[in-house]
């Protein structure tokens, strides 16, 4: 799912960066409120419990998270 933010102007919404899509396509618009952006509409303890089910990725590298940029992106890792 691709998150593009916009203006809504004069009854049109109005990206607010470029939007590699063909003219004319159609789309389904999910509407979040300012400040409301990434947050889950779930209860804190309903995510733990489905986070549970599924069991920890022994081959990830132990500094994964410090490093994500690297492992994602390869760019260089941080000292």
Known sequence: MTSIHAIYENG???PTEP???PERCEVELSLVPPGEHGKSSRPLMELVEIARQFPPNEDRPSDYAAQIDHYVHGTPKKP
């Open 12 to 14: 049109v919404f109005r």
């Open 19 to 21: 939007v590699d899509l």
